[in-house]
């Protein structure tokens, strides 16, 4: 497959892996914050191939893992309603909340089920008249302006029957966040490269000149993320604390404009709960009172279906990479992919699970 | 996040005002909205997130940067530093 | 199916790699509460680990015998020095209709395989029917004309049937539950928990195809694909594997949870750790764009028509020989060893080099998003 082939090929990783491991003098500690980047690490064993070179810590970002536990208790009382058909990404339905995960509740008679795109759900709600459809919208910004559009096709088409459940989350302020602790370790950051494809480079260069950290935009497949990894290297060795774009195959320095315009038209940044983290400030989107109607929070009234986050949680050390999913006492024990505690252990991109599911066998303290 | 990943564009139509193409992954195609990429052609390589193409590929850039990382890996080679060097703890 | 618990990372051995160590935190907690058990969830159909806990936690305390707990894809039992296999199944496929086959001939050809997996000529089968009240007559007749055909063609009779029509709404449409019968060769004894450290691991073909077959026309999921479904009776391939080399010690079929589910099940059962190599997994061009774009790995997704052989060393060649010579098995692969290391425990050596852990998946696999 053109564009994704060639970026796993096996000689060239091994080359600049090996020139990571010229170039690096000490463990530069590298955060990557998307968790398909996560996943992609891991599967293909990149840490095994760097050695000591970088020390890697796994970011927030996965969306799954920091819907926070309310969200999904709002999402489970909508797919009890016997009215409402709730439609969602595929990794949504196994993340517990206070009480269950959509799963239990598709086995108690939720009608819940799973699209691959926002726009199956609203063909599924202009085919249904007589349910009322509501889709999960959890992501990033990458996924925003899909939301946005269904909004817009819904709205075009008339539809009286189909609303959004938001949850979108934003990255650069949970990377301010995380700047900002006295506890970070982290020197360098891999930006999400389909993040960026969508809102561009600029708000990442506020960050590394406001912290003085090397950030390096970067793609998904292993070549990717190897190279985006070689030139933070490079930058740390240098001193340098600059933005640099290794995904310029598909990012642009604005972004997606098309897209941008879309999420304007239909969201607005709030205030949200990240699982495991608590409230960051202007770190989500909601949508706009203008489109009322396709809100499902403002539909139902779930606005005061409230959860108490735990007070203590590892979690929350794991996401902003001040420990190890294997610094947790009950990784593999208590806490497994079929058994979660928490978050990142549910979803397959979540640091726990990654971990868990390809990396387990090399666990040693 | 962000599964996103490339594939072909076969063949553009309007299908109720929405600009979609059908997009190709090795092998398997399936409709994606081209709203967001207005200058994609048939031919074009898109990247494709639950059904939105987010970007065109940029094929000269594409080339320029792969032949660095190509030159890399040969490099790796020459230097004998591409020897299977598993790191087991 | 053999019950896989949980590895639990402090009592795996301490031989080679894999120590470890659990420092006590003062402070660290997850108290995040566990999901409700108590209800039987679609993960418990998956085969991979819920299912395995099914099997310990409900069925096999109440159910348990000598021949059960063996826990085999068929049971053995011995009559009058014959040994008889017996297998059954239900099969529960939507849509009912799919490229490259259909519920009916699904179901003969899943059964026939459970009883091929144990050596055994399959002889005779029966069928039970749980018909959905509204289904159309048209449809259930071209169903049992294609179990019909999928058993004449493979030499099997359909010797006994039942059927029971439910209330609209349940069933999707239909259901069915079949039982087979065979004769277990002579002279040969297939066993989950026979593989040893050295043997071969092969696999007949190019893997995923049902699965990608049949996500392909899931509403909320439909792409386009030539992808046909490979469901087929394998009795036929597993004689010409058995004629050319007896040193097979398990043969399988990847259905439900895949390839990787299947060879957990046997590294646990047989105690032995595997070490699979990625280059070698064969995976045809069309499942593989499949899998990138829901983000799925094919090492997980359903195969009708494959198996996978556990083979001695020096019976590698043969047995893949044997496996090209017929039309199922032409794309036949040796994909890795039965390893002393982290038994147990399935591992692939990347294409970098590097390892990662073939993991069984708690339930369904999830088209995901990241």
Redesign the interface.
């Known amino acids: 497959?053109k564009y994704?082939d060639e970026y796993?090929d096996?000689k060239i990783?091994?080359g600049i892996a090996a020139e990571i491991r010229r170039r690096s003098t000490r463990p530069w500690v590298l955060m990557e914050i998307?968790?398909?980047q996560t996943?992609t690490l891991?599967?293909?064993?990149?840490d095994?191939?760097l050695g000591k070179s970088v020390e890697l810590v796994h970011g927030p970002?996965?969306?799954?893992c920091v819907t926070p536990?309310e969200m999904i208790d709002r999402a489970n009382a909508l797919a009890r309603r016997p009215d409402v058909t709730l439609?969602s990404?595929?990794?949504m339905?196994?993340v517990?909340g206070?009480?269950?995960?959509l799963?239990?509740v598709?086995?108690?008679g939720g009608d819940v089920?799973?699209?691959?795109s926002p726009t199956?759900a609203v063909e599924?709600a202009r085919n249904n008249p007589d349910r009322h459809v509501v889709f999960f919208a959890?992501?990033f910004e990458t996924?925003a302006p899909a939301h946005a559009m269904a909004v817009l096709q819904a709205e075009r088409l008339g539809l009286k029957n189909f609303s959004l459940l938001v949850s979108h989350v934003l990255v650069p302020p949970a990377i301010r966040m995380l700047l900002q602790s006295s506890r970070n370790r982290v020197q360098g950051f891999i930006a999400p490269g389909h993040v960026c494809t969508i809102v561009g480079v600029g708000e990442y260069e506020e960050l590394a000149r406001e912290f003085h950290v090397p950030i390096v935009v970067g793609g998904f497949e292993?070549v990717d993320l190897l190279e985006a990894i070689r030139l933070l290297v490079v930058q740390l060795e240098e001193g340098r604390t600059e933005v640099e774009n290794s995904y310029s195959r598909t990012v642009l320095y604005g972004g997606n404009r098309a897209a941008q315009d879309a999420v304007e038209r239909v969201f607005e940044v709030t205030d949200r709960k990240w699982r495991g983290v608590g409230e960051i400030g202007s770190s989500g989107l909601r949508l706009q009172e203008k489109y009322a109607a396709f809100d499902a929070e403002r539909l139902f009234g779930l606005q005061d279906v409230r959860a108490e986050e735990?007070s203590?949680?590892?979690?929350a050390?794991v996401l902003l990479g001040h420990k190890k999913p294997t610094?947790?006492?009950?990784?593999?024990?208590r806490?497994?992919?079929?058994?979660?505690?928490?978050?990142p252990m549910v979803?397959?991109?979540g640091a726990c699970a990654a971990y868990?599911?390809?990396?387990?066998?090399?666990?040693?303290? | 996040?962000?599964?996103a990943?490339p594939g072909k564009v076969a063949e553009i139509q309007i299908k109720e005002g929405v600009r979609t193409g059908?997009v190709?992954?090795?092998?398997?195609?399936?409709q994606a909205c081209l709203d967001f990429v207005p200058e994609a052609r048939e031919g074009d390589y898109v990247l494709?997130h639950?059904g939105f193409a987010i970007s065109v590929v940029d094929k000269e850039e594409a080339e320029r940067t792969y032949a660095l990382l190509e030159s890399m890996g040969v490099l790796g080679e020459e230097l004998g530093l591409n020897a299977?060097e598993?790191r087991?703890? | 199916m053999q019950p896989i618990t949980?590895?639990?990372?402090?009592s795996l051995p301490s031989e080679g790699?894999?120590?470890?160590?659990?420092?006590?935190?003062a402070?660290?907690?997850?108290?995040?509460?566990?999901?409700?058990g108590g209800?039987?969830?679609?993960?418990h159909g998956s085969g991979?680990?819920?299912s395995a806990?099914l099997l310990n936690d409900v069925f096999l305390p109440a159910l348990g015998n000598p021949v059960l707990d063996r826990l085999e894809d068929q049971a053995v039992v011995s009559l009058n020095g014959m040994r008889l296999a017996m297998s059954t199944d239900s099969f529960v496929v939507k849509p009912l209709f799919f490229k490259g086959g259909d519920i009916g001939s699904l179901a003969v050809h899943g059964t026939i395989n459970d009883l091929a997996m144990g050596a055994a000529k399959p002889l005779w089968m029966s069928v039970a029917f749980i018909l959905e009240e509204g289904l159309e007559m048209e449809v259930l007749r071209r169903v049992v004309a294609s179990m019909q055909d999928a058993a004449e063609t493979a030499g099997v009779q359909i010797v006994t049937g039942d059927t029971k029509v439910v209330e609209k709404g349940s069933a999707d449409g239909m259901y069915i539950n079949t039982t087979g019968v065979g004769l277990v060769r002579e002279g040969i004894c297939l066993s989950a928990s026979q593989a040893k450290v050295g043997d071969a691991i092969i696999v007949s073909g190019m893997l995923g195809d049902h699965g990608i077959a049949i996500l392909?026309e899931r509403?909320?999921?439909?792409?386009?694909?030539?992808?046909r479904s490979d469901s087929a009776a394998l009795y036929e391939l597993v004689k010409t594997l058995l004629d050319a080399t007896h040193e097979v010690r398990c043969l399988r079929d990847p259905t439900r949870g895949g390839l990787s589910s299947t060879l957990n099940e046997i590294a646990g059962s047989s105690q032995v750790g595997m070490e699979l190599d990625e280059a070698t997994i064969p995976v045809?061009?069309?499942v593989?764009?499949?899998c990138?774009?829901?983000?799925l790995d094919p090492m997980y997704v359903a195969n009708e028509g494959k198996l996978v052989a556990i083979v001695s060393a020096v019976a590698a060649e043969p047995a893949l020989a044997a496996l090209r010579s017929h039309p199922l098995g032409a794309e036949a692969r040796i994909i890795g060893r039965v390893t002393k290391e982290?038994p147990r425990?399935v591992?692939m050596r990347?294409?970098?080099?590097?390892?990662?852990?073939v993991?069984m998946?708690?339930?369904d696999q999830?088209?995901?998003?990241?």
């Open positions: 497959m994704m796993r096996a990783a091994r998307c968790g398909g996943h891991m599967r293909y064993g990149i095994e191939l970002g996965c969306p799954v536990l439609l990404y595929g990794d339905l196994r517990p206070s009480e269950m995960d799963f239990h598709k086995a108690e089920r799973i699209v691959y199956d599924l959890i992501g996924t292993p735990p203590e949680c590892i979690s050390e610094d947790c006492p009950a990784f593999g024990t806490c497994t992919p079929e058994k979660p505690l928490g978050a979803s397959t991109e868990h599911q390809y990396r387990r066998h090399l666990v040693t303290l | 996040m962000c599964l990943i059908r190709l992954f090795g092998g398997i195609a399936r494709v639950v299977d598993r087991t703890p | 949980n590895i639990d990372a402090t790699a894999i120590k470890i160590e659990i420092k006590e935190s402070g660290f907690s997850c108290p995040v509460p566990l999901p409700a209800r039987v969830l679609l993960g991979g680990k819920l806990e392909a509403e909320g999921l439909k792409f386009e694909t030539e992808v045809r061009e069309q593989r764009g499949a990138e774009m829901l983000g982290h425990m591992v990347t294409t970098f080099g590097t390892t990662r852990i993991d998946l708690a339930g999830l088209p995901r998003i990241c």
